[in-house]
């Protein structure tokens, strides 16, 4: 991975980072924003406004998730605390601070949201376990896609590639384009109407 390179963007918060990972761990358990509002007994906004960096997570909201969740504080906050190392080895700042809307995190991490890298990523059933801490061995180990989005703009552009996540055809789809079952008479491969 190289190193980011615009300095306004390499900031976050550790609230950030906390809202990162209670984001990525809501999407691996295939649960819905209103789900977590529940946990909170407040509208589903409120927890859209946390997951879009517009309201801060405090401690009383992380424990609220996290005991709705069955998933014990600490190991979030470790977890917490794996990737903050890791964007501080990126040359990142990790700041207590409200930044006022200049979270480089939250706007890297929303990117990567809405990328088609991120919508392959969400559909599929395995990869990285957001509450597996990440560390260094010699290279990084167990990073989940959204991190590594925000240090690596070689990732990050592929990421946007909309040819590299297209979902291969299905066998149904390929008899369609070669005309099986009504094609006119065409029921060879690719089109070919003499057959096989």
């Known amino acids: 991975m190289t190193t980011t390179t615009n300095d306004d963007q390499n900031i976050t918060t550790y609230h950030a980072i906390c809202a990162v990972v209670l ?3 809501r999407v ?4 819905y924003p209103a ?4 946990f909170l007994c407040k509208l589903p906004s409120a927890w859209q406004n ?13 424990l609220r998730v996290s005991r709705g969740l069955g998933v014990q504080p600490s190991a979030i906050l470790q977890v917490a605390d794996g990737y903050e190392f890791f ?5 990142w700042s ?14 890297l991490a929303k990117d990567y949201w809405k990328s088609p890298g991120c919508r392959d990523d969400e559909r599929r059933t395995y990869g990285t ?3 597996n801490v990440p560390f260094q061995n010699p290279g990084w180990q167990n990073v989940v896609n959204v991190f590594g989005y925000a240090v690596d703009p070689q990732f990050r552009a592929q990421q946007h590639d909309e040819e590299r996540f297209k979902p291969l055809p ?9 005309g099986v079952n009504g094609g006119g008479g065409v029921n060879g491969v690719n089109g070919d109407p003499h057959g096989i």
């Open 28 to 31: 691996q358990r295939r649960m």
């Open 129 to 131: 376990p957001i509450l």
């Open 87 to 91: 964007l501080r080895s990126f040359q």
């Open 94 to 107: 990790v700041v207590v601070n409200d930044l006022e809307g200049k979270d480089g995190l939250m706007k």
């Open 23 to 25: 984001r990525e761990l």
């Open 170 to 178: 299905s066998i149904l789809d390929q008899a369609a384009q070669n």
């Open 50 to 62: 946390i997951e879009s960096g517009n309201a801060r997570l405090d401690f009383d909201t992380l």
């Open 35 to 38: 789900q977590f509002a529940d």
